[in-house]
């Protein structure tokens, strides 16, 4: 098999290394031009056709195609590729002497075009690893599935050092630069014109090791800076240059270029800004520094300048957005220059590994450039407030846009913060004066409003990084501002002179950055003064807490290990800090009474904002110590009506958690108990009174629709209060907790009707198990939670699933279905945390056997929590609990609701750990809830998602190790069940080999199939020839019976290995410690097998 491929592409590869020396005879005699121009495009259709990305489909294997592609790459490429330099060469030079407008100036423009195009397909070509990238063939294949085209998803082009000879080398591309200039004006538009800008872009995206590594001198080493990168790469330096006298000519003079694209062709300026994208991502900005000082001394300008000019131009045309640009590339060659700019103005890290600061010139353009971004969002800003609101906008993919392009301008801001920052900060205070000044006069200020929404906005962009996923420090550029001595050399600044202009220098930058966030703040307050009422919108607030948040999560009182610089810390720690917090506290309160209804501003307050004020015990301490912080928390205790009725139930939820929160502040032990106790007191009271009712009094009650509501809040304050539980309140809220859970009980039973308090009541138990749990010690605490979780799910069972119909189920657009999702989520998540506990974890290890669970049978009767709570001799209680809630699930589950991908993902978990820790529960389940339960895991093995087949392949290997555990000992094991007219273990071998070899599973799940297929073929082995017969044959379905043969003589390879270790896998369990070392021993031998034997077959398996 393998040496007919290899026979076939050495055919292949000769053809077309003939062709080639054809081609070359051909270049150096008087042939015809349209011949030469034919074969230069046959050998760019050869490159496409050898590429895996771009190759046709001929029904023949991968293995194939990457056989070919390698040695295409290996042998020819190469020779390919001078082959098309010395033909654009001549072409070029034909062209350039030729008569304009004649016959051989028109033959020779299409030889240089086909040739250039043939250099563009090269450098297009998916190269091999190297040590600086690496393209894998997977990912290639699927981009070839997929249709895509072209390049790989990135833009830089990695061919290896070995390529630096012919790439780099001034005759590669001087001729173009000669080209070049009978290639402008009207001739921009020409397809010579276009090939050559093309291959133009393609040198631009060269980066790694085609250019050599940068030696680093001591002398270098101990200057640091960024134009010491450029001594150390002169290659790539001199590279640059080459492209930037290729490429700023076709941008500059930006207005003047730009003129012209807006009246014709963009073509030329979209491709120079996709070359200096290529150029700001592949080096570093000493190089490009460097570069343009030699470029400037030919009177050509450097990049930086460039990049402001038509950053400038392109604002100026409307290319803030696609809203207000009249082209729909304008915005798009706009984000490219944004960032650049982000790449050039990222503080480099210098060899003596101390943060670096961008060019002097690079600031001083940038420094205009965010000027100009600034005025042109602006007068944007205003021209929205005129609009129809977009929903997506300001939610999902138009959110996070908007970000990531506020991100970029922010970079820009802060290359120069002195200047920019206190633009900002004027920019602040004029419009808010001119806010004023509209409200006294009665005018529309809703443009004022916009401005300001952006304003506010861009300036917590500009001082504070995001923070997600790590301790917030104030942005390196700030720090280097504001003179942080962290961040520069020791030694660095000697003279006194340079002393005190770094002093000075850092004082302006402190100043700036203080400045920028006082008015920050005091917009954030505007909505505490009396006169402001009037004219403050809701959108404007939603905007000044979201930018104060994120401010304050940086600089409010920060941990002691990550302190503020000096100058930082005097403007915002102590008594002008716990004013700062102060105030944050009276916007809150104040949003949240005087906004009613505004959802999106109540969640900015209820989970960005005061979410930040409590996340660390620094501003707890002070946040306690606080009256508009008592104030708030009384409100919230007496059941403040603005704060219930007003107030989403999921908002009462999220302001119930950052109020227990908060109690980490407190010195002492008892005070944080207190303080939750007078919180929840009248909370708990509500819960206690209603099912003191009599029965027919609570029945009718529960009919009401505020009553419902009622109930709903409380529950998601409770849920709040058990999310927020610390060590100090864990003591005071269990209880509490302790005290309502008869009563909760008794809820559901009277609103079994009601399904919004029935899956409230479902979270509860969940955020109860999950936050209270860890700090249980107690067994009987442990043993009392447990007993109620499931006296919970027995009730739940009895009185509400078996009124719903299946049918309902099918129709995911109704709204049982939707509820009968929610309802299933919240019970998996329930029983998820209860195994994931350490609930389960000292259960586990004193746990019985678990025989005699009768697993459908009422384990009592609805109501009856007593009996409930009994659990049959032998049966752990971890268990009885997971078991009911699968007796729920598994009735309803179906493959309508596993699309949903929480859902199926909380149901695999749980099924994982269900056939991992209780096998034998599961086989002995009654066979109609035995089946729907295989089915659902069949489905998850041949499903896509990740988190799914992974809990289905650790679940089939768990069932399968207790299978074959049982035939060993001689137990019953699977007896009972059956899939068809066979058994459960020959219908999982099948279904596990079908998928390894016939279908595309990724490395990762190889591994965690092979520990579930070992177990299955040893349980029963008699099926192993049948199986490896069956699939065989299916693998020659497509009519290559190389494919066949090779997947047959693989199974019987692994069936004589089976066999040869059969007896030593036997015996492993009964030789102690030596056999179970023999097992893991064998098992790691069968997966390095099987997988290879999935690599091998699978390049044969697929074709294309």
Known sequence: MQSLVSATSLILLCLALAHLQELDASAKTVGSPAAQIVSLQVMEAVVSEFSLVTASALGLSWEFHENCRNQLEEQFLRQIFEHAVHSAQQAASQVRTAAPGSEAAAGAASSATAAMKLMAAVLAWDFKATNSSFVSATAAITAAMSGRKGLPDTTQVKPGAHWADILLTAATTDWVITLMPALQGPAAASQLATAARQLVVAFCCLAGDVFPKPTVTSAVAAAGGAANAACAAPVAVTHVVQMLRLVLPWCMPAQQVLKQALAGDEGQLVDACRALAALCAGHKVGVLEAASSAVAGQQQGSIFTALESLTCSFLAAGGVSAASSTEPWLPDCTEMLLECWSGLLAPQCGYAMTAVPPPAQAVECATRTAAAVVEAALKDAAAGAHEDADDDEDSGAGAVHQEEWMARVAVLLRAHPVASFNQLADLIGSKQQALAAAAAARQDPSELLEQLYWLVRMAAHALADSGIGEIPLPPEAVLLAVGDSSLTAPGAVTSPEQQQASAASASAGAAAVERLSRSLLELTAVCLQQAAAAVVSSRLMEGSTWAAARWADTYLFPEEEEPLPEALEAAFGDQSGLNILDMLVHVAQRCLVAFPGEIELHRQVCHTLLPTLVHRKPLCRRLITLSSWQALAAAFARRDVHLTRHLSQKFQRALSRCLCLAASGFPDAASPQQYVTGLMAETVKEAMELPRQSPQQLAAVAQRADVQLQVCCGLEVLRGAAAGTL??????????????????????????????????????????????????????????????????????????????????????????????????????????????????????????????????????????????????????????????????????????????????????????????????????????????????????????????????????????????????????????????????????????????????????????????????????????????????????????????????????????????????????????????????????????????????????????
């Open 727 to 1104: 060590p100090s309140t864990f003591p005071a809220l269990l209880n509490m907790f302790n005290s309502l859970l008869n009563p909760l009980l008794t809820l559901h039973a009277a609103f079994k009707h009601v399904a919004p308090v029935v899956a409230l009541l479902l979270k509860l138990a969940d955020d109860i198990v999950e936050n209270l749990s860890v700090y249980m010690e107690g067994v009987q605490q442990k043993e009392q939670l447990l007993n109620w979780t499931l006296q919970l799910l027995v009730q739940y069972r009895d009185s509400n699933l078996w009124q719903v119909s299946l049918q309902t189920a099918k129709s995911l657009k109704e709204d049982r279905a939707a509820e009968q999702c929610r309802d299933l989520r919240a019970v998996l998540n329930l029983l998820i945390h209860i195994t994931q506990s350490d609930l389960s974890a000292e259960e586990e290890d004193n746990m019985r056997p678990l025989g005699g669970i009768a697993f459908v049978a009422p384990l009592a009767a609805p109501g009856d929590s007593a009996a409930a709570a009994v659990a049959p001799e032998g049966t752990s209680v971890i268990a009885r609990v997971v078991l009911v809630g699968l007796n729920i699930v598994l009735p309803l589950i179906n493959a309508e609701l596993l699309k949903f991908p929480k859902l199926a993902q909380l149901y695999y978990s749980l099924l994982s750990y269900m056939l991992e820790v209780y096998p034998r529960a599961v086989a002995d389940l009654e066979p109609s809830h035995f089946g729907s339960l295989m089915a659902t895991l069949e489905w998850g093995l041949l499903g896509n998602d990740v988190v799914a087949v992974h809990c289905s392949l650790e679940g089939l290997a768990g069932l399968a190790k207790y299978q074959y555990e049982s035939v060993q000992t001689g137990g019953r094991g699977l007896a009972g069940q059956s899939a068809g007219n066979r058994s459960v273990v020959s219908h999982f071998q099948e279904l596990l080999l079908r998928r390894l070899l016939l279908e595309d599973t990724p490395q990762d799940m190889v591994e965690l199939a092979a520990d579930a297929l070992l177990p299955l073929l040893l349980a029963e082995p008699a099926n192993f020839g049948p199986l490896s017969t069956a699939v065989a044959a299916a693998a020659g379905v497509n009519g290559d019976p190389r494919a066949s043969a090779a997947v047959a003589n693989a199974l019987s390879q692994l069936g004589s290995w089976l066999q040869t270790h059969s007896e030593q896998l036997a015996a492993g369990p009964a030789n102690g410690d030596a056999g179970s070392t023999m097992l893991r021993t064998a098992a790691r031998q069968f997966r390095q097998r099987l997988s290879q034997m999935v690599a091998d077959i699978r390049g044969l398996i697929r074709l294309r």
